[in-house]
Structures are given as C-alpha cells and as structure tokens.
C-alpha cells in the first residue's frame, strides 16, 4: 500500500479565516520500506499578501513566519493557489495516478487529519479537482488508544510515549511531524488489525 503522510502549520485554527502556512507530505510505501530520511518528501511554504491567525498560533509558527519574511527566492515558497498543482506534480513523479476525471485521490495519514487539516485543505484552490483525499483516513492514534484506560484519542505526544519515541515532543514543523506519523505507524504493517482480533466462534448449524 501506498500513502501519503501529511501535515500542515497554520495561522490559527478556523479554516475559513486562518491560513494553511507550510504543508509538507511524505511518501510511504509499505511493501517496499526505505529509511525514513530516504523517504520521497514535498514541502512548501505558503506565502499570503497578509497573515491573520491567533497569538498562540503565530507565536508557535514564529520560525515559519521568519523564514516567509525573508525577500529572497526560495524553491520552497509558492502561494496558496500554486500549492496543490504542485503537489500534484510531486504525486505524479512519485507514480500516482490521476482518475477518469484527472484529480489525483491519495491515500492520507496524519494526526487529526480528517477532523482538523482536511477542513483546511478544502479551502485550497483545486482541492477535488487537481488532488484529493481517498475517503478513509489513516491516524495514528487509533493504534496506540487504551481502550479500557483512555477517554479520547490519545494525543501525538502521548502516541510518541507509547511508542517508546527517544524524542516525545512535537516538533510543529509539517516534514517533522510527517515523518513521525509514517514512524507511529511502521509497526502495525507486520500484524494487520484484523490477525490481531480472534476469530469469532462457531454458531450452530455452521
């Protein structure tokens, strides 16, 4: 199986009002598994005539904001409608296929993804016409929750503790984290879910 994983800095947390300012996405590939710094990896920084977020958010994404300020060319600079048709060019070098329509539809993996970042995404020029996300969504803390311990999902920090990361602190740089998700979920490529859960037993008359 193929995925992406993918991660986004932003301004703030409304996705109508706050702005995507780094995006960065790894390529995975679980039947043929490469280094983690090997890996194939697109990132961008995300220029905007002006910039709206919240103190914290801005305050956290400081180094972003530095590097974004600095008036020289850099490969990794592209505004918020260059970002996805390049993306898309990086996904169709690394061998993914456009549909019927032309959009390329990946598979994604990343914290929160489907329930914060994906809102962020949609607001993309081209998002479901040059890229989109298949349906189904990898999070890596679906594998690491305690089910008779926890009550939500556990965090990417507590996620890193139970994986027994040297480092558990996140980094809240896109490649980073990116990278940590594809790590987080490296283990669980062995045993399937599904050998993990025991065969149900038998009814009569079967």
Not at 75 to 97: D, N
């Given at each position: 199986m193929r995925y992406i994983s993918l991660d986004l800095e932003m301004t703030g947390g409304n996705p109508e009002r706050h702005q995507i300012i780094e995006l960065a996405a790894v390529v995975e590939d679980t039947k043929h598994l490469q280094p983690l710094p090997e890996l194939p990896s697109f990132r961008r920084l995300v220029r905007h005539p002006e910039y709206i977020g919240t103190a914290g958010a801005l305050a956290l994404n400081a180094?972003?904001?530095?590097?974004?300020?600095?008036?020289?060319?850099?490969?990794?600079?592209?505004?918020?409608?260059?970002?996805?048709?390049?993306?898309?060019?990086?996904?169709?070098?690394?061998?993914?296929?456009?549909?019927k329509k032309d959009c390329v539809s990946v598979t994604m993996a990343g914290k929160n993804i489907a329930s914060f970042d994906l809102l962020f995404l949609r607001q993309l020029p081209g998002w479901g016409t040059l890229v989109r996300a298949e349906p189904a969504m990898l999070d890596p803390a679906a594998f690491y929750l305690n089910w008779k311990k926890d009550n939500r999902l556990p965090t990417m920090t507590i996620c890193k503790a139970r994986a027994h990361f040297a480092d558990q602190t996140v980094a809240h740089q896109a490649l980073a984290d990116a990278l940590d998700v594809i790590q987080l979920l490296r283990p669980f490529y062995e045993l399937p879910l599904y050998q993990q859960v025991p065969a149900a037993p038998a009814t009569e008359g079967e």
């Open positions: 180094r972003l904001l530095e590097e974004l300020a600095q008036k020289g060319p850099n490969p990794e600079c592209c505004t918020a409608e260059e970002l996805l048709p390049q993306l898309r060019e990086f996904l169709l070098a690394q061998g993914f296929k456009p549909d």
